[in-house]
Protein backbone atom coordinates (compact mmCIF):
# COMPACT_ATOMS: atom_id res chain seq x y z
CA UNK A 1 0.00 0.00 0.00
CA UNK A 2 1.45 3.48 -1.04
CA UNK A 3 1.54 6.33 1.77
CA UNK A 4 0.42 9.45 1.12
CA UNK A 5 0.72 12.92 2.70
CA UNK A 6 -0.10 13.12 5.66
CA UNK A 7 2.36 15.22 8.11
CA UNK A 8 3.71 18.32 7.10
CA UNK A 9 6.34 20.60 8.94
CA UNK A 10 7.08 24.12 8.72
CA UNK A 11 10.59 25.38 9.45
CA UNK A 12 11.09 29.18 8.81
CA UNK A 13 14.45 30.67 8.94
CA UNK A 14 15.67 27.74 11.17
CA UNK A 15 12.99 27.42 13.26
CA UNK A 16 10.39 24.75 13.20
CA UNK A 17 6.86 25.92 13.96
CA UNK A 18 4.45 23.02 14.58
CA UNK A 19 1.19 23.27 12.32
CA UNK A 20 -2.44 22.39 12.29
CA UNK A 21 -3.68 19.48 10.06
CA UNK A 22 -4.63 21.33 6.81
CA UNK A 23 -1.15 23.40 5.78
CA UNK A 24 -1.18 23.81 1.98
CA UNK A 25 1.36 24.40 -0.38
CA UNK A 26 0.29 26.04 -3.97
CA UNK A 27 4.31 25.54 -5.79
CA UNK A 28 4.81 28.17 -8.03
CA UNK A 29 6.08 28.13 -12.02
CA UNK A 30 4.48 29.02 -15.12
CA UNK A 31 0.69 28.97 -15.50
CA UNK A 32 -1.28 29.11 -18.40
CA UNK A 33 -4.24 32.00 -18.86
CA UNK A 34 -7.45 31.18 -21.31
CA UNK A 35 -7.15 34.12 -23.93
CA UNK A 36 -10.57 34.26 -26.14
CA UNK A 37 -10.25 36.14 -29.28
CA UNK A 38 -12.88 35.78 -32.04
CA UNK A 39 -14.34 32.11 -31.68
CA UNK A 40 -10.69 30.54 -30.37
CA UNK A 41 -8.97 30.57 -27.13
CA UNK A 42 -5.41 30.23 -26.89
CA UNK A 43 -3.29 30.50 -24.41
CA UNK A 44 -0.64 33.27 -22.45
CA UNK A 45 1.67 31.91 -20.13
CA UNK A 46 2.63 33.88 -16.69
CA UNK A 47 4.40 33.22 -13.80
CA UNK A 48 2.67 32.12 -11.01
CA UNK A 49 4.54 32.54 -7.11
CA UNK A 50 4.88 29.82 -4.58
CA UNK A 51 2.19 30.35 -1.87
CA UNK A 52 2.36 28.42 1.15
CA UNK A 53 -0.70 28.69 4.19
CA UNK A 54 -0.64 26.95 7.44
CA UNK A 55 -2.02 27.70 11.32
CA UNK A 56 -0.41 27.70 14.21
CA UNK A 57 -1.15 28.17 18.15
CA UNK A 58 0.50 30.77 20.30
CA UNK A 59 2.33 28.96 23.42
CA UNK A 60 2.71 29.95 27.00
CA UNK A 61 6.35 32.14 26.60
CA UNK A 62 6.19 31.66 23.17
CA UNK A 63 7.60 35.36 21.59
CA UNK A 64 4.83 37.03 19.03
CA UNK A 65 8.17 38.28 17.35
CA UNK A 66 9.53 34.88 16.41
CA UNK A 67 6.70 34.32 13.96
CA UNK A 68 5.95 37.97 12.36
CA UNK A 69 8.56 39.52 10.23
CA UNK A 70 8.34 41.90 7.21
CA UNK A 71 11.60 40.53 6.01
CA UNK A 72 12.92 37.55 3.74
CA UNK A 73 13.68 34.42 4.59
CA UNK A 74 14.29 30.65 3.66
CA UNK A 75 10.59 28.75 4.31
CA UNK A 76 10.77 24.54 4.35
CA UNK A 77 7.28 22.73 3.51
CA UNK A 78 8.76 19.26 4.77
CA UNK A 79 6.32 16.41 3.89
CA UNK A 80 6.43 13.02 5.59
CA UNK A 81 6.45 11.43 1.90
CA UNK A 82 9.82 12.62 1.71
CA UNK A 83 9.52 15.79 -0.24
CA UNK A 84 10.88 18.87 1.10
CA UNK A 85 10.55 21.86 -0.61
CA UNK A 86 12.59 24.90 0.35
CA UNK A 87 11.80 28.48 -0.51
CA UNK A 88 14.83 30.80 -0.27
CA UNK A 89 12.77 34.24 -0.66
CA UNK A 90 9.95 33.69 1.46
CA UNK A 91 7.89 36.15 3.22
CA UNK A 92 4.68 36.47 5.00
CA UNK A 93 1.77 38.32 3.17
CA UNK A 94 -1.33 39.62 3.44
CA UNK A 95 -2.31 41.30 7.03
CA UNK A 96 -0.39 40.77 10.27
CA UNK A 97 -2.23 37.65 11.49
CA UNK A 98 -4.96 37.52 13.82
CA UNK A 99 -4.45 35.48 17.10
CA UNK A 100 -7.80 33.79 18.25
CA UNK A 101 -8.44 33.49 21.61
CA UNK A 102 -10.38 30.51 23.08
CA UNK A 103 -9.42 27.76 20.46
CA UNK A 104 -5.97 27.54 21.23
CA UNK A 105 -4.39 30.83 20.11
CA UNK A 106 -4.84 30.15 16.62
CA UNK A 107 -2.43 32.21 14.54
CA UNK A 108 -2.94 31.55 10.55
CA UNK A 109 0.21 32.49 8.46
CA UNK A 110 0.68 33.15 4.71
CA UNK A 111 4.11 33.06 2.78
CA UNK A 112 4.87 33.51 -0.61
CA UNK A 113 7.70 33.64 -2.49
CA UNK A 114 9.95 32.17 -6.05
CA UNK A 115 9.66 28.51 -6.99
CA UNK A 116 10.87 26.07 -4.48
CA UNK A 117 13.56 23.80 -4.79
CA UNK A 118 12.15 20.12 -4.51
CA UNK A 119 14.43 17.79 -2.24
CA UNK A 120 13.46 13.91 -2.19
CA UNK A 121 14.61 12.25 0.39
Known sequence: MAQTLGIV???????????EKGAKIRVGGI?????????????????QGSEVTATTNLEAGQRWGNLW???????????DTGQTFVIADAFLVDDI?????????????????????????
Open 31 to 47: KNNAVTYGRKVGRAQEY
Open 97 to 121: PEITGGEGGKIELKWAGSSPEEILA
Open 9 to 19: DIIWRGRNIPV
Open 69 to 79: DSSEGELQVVC
